[in-house]
Each structure stands twice: as C-alpha cells, then as structure tokens.
C-alpha cells in the first residue's frame, strides 16, 4: 500500500505541482489550506509524512510540526522555508520535524528526503502496530469482562502498574492472575524489558533456589556451568512468582533480602548480584492466616502485600460469563479452522447455571473440547461433558455425594476424581486441578492421615 502525503500549503500553485510530483513518485497525496485543516486531516486518516509550509495563515508550521510529532509520534514532518535560514532550520528539527527544504528545491533533493522520511515513518507505523498487537495480547485490553467485581480490579491493577510497587493478586485457582500480572507489566515502564514467570509449588527446593537465583559452576553436583537465574533474567522487567505460598520457609528469606535490597546470592556465591526487577506475586491461599500459623513468613506476607488485589470467582461475574465463552470458542475455532461459530442460547444459559469451582480456567477447557465436538456451527447443551447444575456425569467423573457438603470433604472428593481421570498421573492431576505437585502431595498426605 503506498505511503500517504499530506500536504499544508495556502499556495494552490505550488500544492498542486508538489502534489503531481509526488504521484509520480507513487505516493498517495492529500492536501489542506491551513494548519486547522491539516489537523481535522490527521484526524480521519493515517499519514505517514506530511509537508508543511512555515508560514500557513492560522499557525506557524515550525510549531505545527511540534504538534503534529506529539499527537502522532509515528507520522514524519517536512517543513518548507520560502528563505531557508539555520534558525528555522534548527528550530524545526527542535519540534521533531524530520528535516526542512526550501521552496523551488529541485527534485533530485525533494524526492529522496521525501524517501528517507516515509521509510522512517513507515518503520515507526510497525513498531506502533506490533506495539498494538502485543498490548491485546498481553495488555488489560485481552481481560474480558463488563461485570463490576472484574472492572474494580482492573482499575486497581492499571493504578498500581505505573509504579513499581510490588503486587499481590489473590484469588482462586484459574481466576487469571498470570493475565493480570503480565497486564501490569504490559501497562509498567519495564515493558519492554522481560517478563519471567515460574510456579514456586512446582519445583523442589533445591531445584527452585536454582532457578530463581541461579547458581555457580561446581556449587553442587551437576552444576557444571554458571547458571544466571531468573530474578537475574527478570532485570529491567517483571518476575512473576505464582503459588507463593508454595515457596519453602528457607527461600522465602532470600527472597525478603531481594525485596528490600535488590540484590541476591547466587548458591555457591559468596558475592552479592544487583537486580533492578519488580515483583508481582500469586496466591489461592490465605498467606496472613499461613503466616499466624507458622506456614509463611510474616514480614515476607508484609512486603508482598503492599498492594493487594482480589480477583473475583467466575461465579461472582455471571453476566462476563456468554463474553468470555465466546472469545474462547472464536480462539479455538480458529485454531482447527472452524468458522462461524456461535453459542446457541440453552448452551450459554448451561454455562451460567454452572458454579465454576475451576473458574476461567474450567470454562476454557470446557469451550475447547466443545468446539472440537460440534459438528455445525452452534454449539449446544449436548456438547457439554457434564450437566452445570449438578456435576460431572460422563468420563469417570461422578456427582459428588449430596451429604457431603462440607468444604475439605468436598476437597477430597475432588481430587480422588481426578486422581482417578487421570489413572493416578499425580502430574497430570495436578495441572488439571490448577495446583503445584508439591501442593497436590501435602493435600494426599493430609487425605492420608484422616482415613
């Protein structure tokens, strides 16, 4: 598509040969009278250069460059001198202009200036528009929901993502703290530094010391090599530490010495690594009443919880609920080219009748396998694994027994049932249940101890 010239010029003669020239030449060319029409002009179309004269009727077009530049940083600007002067010329380029000409320049000087400009600008478009791309996928714009439980703690994580402030999401298991963590990240200072996250349930201690910090050559066997560590991959950027509460007492000291003096000992190095990281961690645990009862440190939870944001149960926002089903299916329709799908009304009425204990999470999976089932365009009830009002029917999964109603009974049931699905896969459960294995260990351990 060829680049878009608008020029600003209250001489018709001189616009109008400007304007044929660089047709010529390919290019796309608008025109305005005055520095007011020119502005209305960027308003409705994307320009990738514009040509101004200094002297416009209504404005000065050094400082309409300086204008244009910071309403739209992508677009260059050219400045045209009736009397080409250092002064105006250093003048503009001040503003942001790319460069000035005089009127009556030949074309062997116009056209590759011109040239050079759009390239430039055209380079800035991409970035502008891979900048885009990622802040929808990554950005808040990818959280989808109009309910007030989820837009409270947006707005809290858009106030809180300009600092660098350290964050505490809470919140059930499959709420979506890994999208509001790297939301914060995407709306931070540090986002275009790296972006690091690990599940502190899901390693052993040793093998999450390492890779948190990092270790030296020879520090232990089978350490052949220095390892750098994810704090000191994170640096200029955001370490994204879920299931917090997970992390062993030993580790979580060293992790209250990088909280407050940004800097860490690698295992085997007695000298101290400076780390520039902002730290947001996860948690679907109590960690205040895990700190009262000697589970977590208490002046770590202090640190941590400088800013706390609570993100709701799915079933406390129904109403995000036919939204988010339909973003899903839309993504997994596309994955195995399916098209035009639609969520027939009984399916969506299903959904909202469901408690959703695995939340955001559960729905996905759920929309998935439907997708993958429906053999037309709609989706509908039949397609569900399970009946939402009462449980899990099909697939080794059975409805829980009515008289347990009690949470941990509740608990325990779960977790054999999927234990079970999974053929006793421990792994494989405890993705499914959206927990860390050493979490799913200490829960059979405590299981154990009660038959």
Not at 96 to 108: E, L, M, P, R, S
Not at 120 to 146: M, T
Not at 236 to 257: C, H, S, V, W
Not at 391 to 396: A, F, P, R, S, Y
């Amino acid at each position: 598509m060829p680049a878009t010239i608008l020029l600003i010029d209250d001489e018709p003669r001189l616009r109008q040969l400007l304007a044929r020239i660089l047709q010529l030449e390919g290019y796309t060319v608008l025109e305005a009278e005055t520095a007011r029409a020119g502005l209305k002009t960027l308003e409705r179309e994307e320009v990738q250069l514009v040509i101004s004269d200094v002297k416009l009727p209504d404005k000065n077009g050094i400082d309409l460059s300086g204008q244009i530049k910071q309403l739209y940083p992508a677009t260059e600007v050219i400045v045209l001198t009736a009397y080409g002067t250092i002064a105006d010329g250093v003048s503009a380029i001040k503003n942001g202009a790319f460069d000035y000409i005089t009127k009556g320049d030949d074309n062997d000087k116009i056209i590759p200036l011109v040239s050079r400009a759009v390239e430039k600008a055209n380079l800035q478009f991409r970035i502008k528009q891979l900048e885009e791309q990622v802040s929808r996928r990554y950005g808040f714009e990818r959280i989808v929901g109009k309910s007030k439980a989820i837009q409270q703690a947006i707005d809290l994580a858009r106030k809180v993502a300009v600092t660098d402030t350290t964050v505490l999401l809470t919140g059930e298991t499959g709420t979506g703290k890994e999208v509001f963590a790297q939301a914060i990240h995407q709306a931070s200072r540090r986002q275009q530094g790296p972006f690091v996250a690990i599940n502190c349930g899901a390693l052993g201690k040793d093998i999450l010391e390492s890779e948190l910090f990092g270790h030296r050559a020879g520090a232990f066997t089978g350490a052949n090599r220095d390892q750098k560590g994810l704090f000191a991959e994170a640096d200029k950027g955001t370490i994204f530490l879920d299931e917090i509460g997970e992390m062993p007492l030993d580790l979580q000291a060293k992790l209250l010495r990088v909280l407050e003096t940004h800097e860490f000992l690698r295992v085997g190095d007695t000298k101290p690594t400076k780390t520039d990281v902002r730290v947001v961690a996860a948690t679907n645990r109590g960690l205040e009443q895990e700190a009262n009862a000697g589970h977590f440190r208490l002046d770590l939870y202090y640190r941590l919880s400088v800013f706390k944001i609570e993100l709701p149960p799915l079933r406390d926002r129904r109403d995000d609920i036919p939204d988010l089903a339909e973003q899903f299916a839309r993504q997994d329709a596309a994955k195995i080219g399916k098209r035009d799908i639609r969520l027939s009304p009984a399916f969506v009425q299903k959904l909202q009748q469901n408690p959703w204990k695995g939340n955001i999470r559960e729905l996905k999976n759920i929309i998935e396998r439907a997708v993958i089932l429906a053999d037309s365009p709609e989706l509908t009830p039949d397609l569900l694994p399970y009946d939402p009002a009462w449980g899990v029917t099909q697939h080794g999964l059975t409805v829980a027994d009515e008289t347990a109603l009690d949470l941990e009974t509740v608990e325990r049931q779960h977790i054999r049932r999927v234990l079970r699905h999974t053929n006793g896969n421990k792994t494989e459960a405890a993705r499914l249940l959206g927990i860390g294995l050493t979490s799913l260990y200490r829960k059979l351990g405590e299981m154990d101890a009660l038959t």
